[in-house]
């Protein structure tokens, strides 16, 4: 039952950081390449665009959903299960997220990236 | 890519992996926290550790989300992950821990993976705009946002 609890608990984490994370790489691209935005109209309007950013805003709160949901994973499982796996199957959800929603050119290059990435992660945390 | 953007990857990679050590440290020095004690989360954030671990984590954020601003998802995922391999590396040669032919395969996986995404483009072409199409303009509309609005929309690349 703990185990059924645990996995849920992982999902969870997967799926809101995966949203977390495209909302923000999509909030960004709205705003711009801060290094060129920064030096033609200052720091302080870079942070107020991001800021404004509703995109932005909405990827904050996903991953403050997938931070807490960590913390009911822990509570259920062992951190050496819920750290890895958590961590490799958001590596292969973005990479399948960005390229349907975001519309990245995810080549074969990247799959393998992602993959490999994801394998170590598991095995380190493991 | 130039100097300046490896520079921002390194620091992506250096800030979460830092600051996540940190904030680990010291969370085993403030001791359990929980929902009926709230005042303990306040004498843990008092704790040293937990305070630079969160100000190297805000760090981390801010570098991530100067990185998205010019390279995909696909590219800053894998290309900040080398932090598990500095964090296991750490632990092998400055805390002298034990680190298993498990752990060092997966390192080589990592760095695998990272030199895969370092040979390929940062960042995806869309053929119709520089920009995204949706929401051009999320702020209040300056001259300089319209200016930027109408560039995306018409696909001009500056």
């Not at chain 2, 100067?66 to 500095?86: E, K, R």
């Amino acid at each position: 039952m703990k185990a059924i609890y645990t996995w849920n608990a992982i999902l969870a984490i997967v799926f809101a950081s995966v949203v977390g994370d495209v909302l923000l790489a999509r909030a960004m691209k709205q705003v711009g390449d801060v290094g060129a935005l920064r030096r033609r109209v200052g720091l302080v309007a870079v942070i107020r665009r991001t800021l404004g950013n509703p995109n932005f805003l909405l990827g904050v709160m996903a991953m403050a959903v997938a931070f807490f949901s960590l913390l009911f994973a822990l509570s259920w499982g062992d951190v050496s299960l819920v750290a890895p796996a958590a961590a490799s199957l958001t590596f292969i959800g973005n990479a399948v997220a960005a390229k349907i929603f975001l519309h990245e050119r995810v080549d074969r290059r990247r799959w393998i990236a992602a993959s490999l990435v994801a394998a170590g992660v598991a095995l380190l945390a493991g | 890519m130039n100097f300046r953007k490896y520079l921002v990857l390194a620091g992506v990679t250096v800030f979460a992996a830092a600051g996540d050590s940190m904030l680990s440290h010291g969370m085993k020095q403030a001791g359990n926290i929980s929902l009926n004690h709230l005042q303990s989360v306040i004498f843990a954030v008092l704790n040293p550790w937990v305070a630079g671990g969160i100000l190297l984590l805000l760090a981390f954020f801010a570098t991530y989300m100067t990185a998205l601003s010019w390279a995909d998802l696909t590219y800053v995922l894998p290309a900040t992950s080398l932090g598990y391999v500095l964090l296991a590396l750490v632990a092998r040669f400055l805390l002298h821990e034990h680190v298993s032919p498990l752990r060092w395969l997966g390192i080589a996986l990592i760095t695998g993976g990272v030199g895969f995404i370092a040979g390929g483009p940062e960042l995806t072409k869309h053929e119709h705009s520089a920009a995204p199409v949706d929401e051009p303009c999320a702020v209040a509309p300056s001259p300089l946002l319209a200016k930027d609005a109408r560039n995306g929309a018409s696909g001009v690349e500056l």
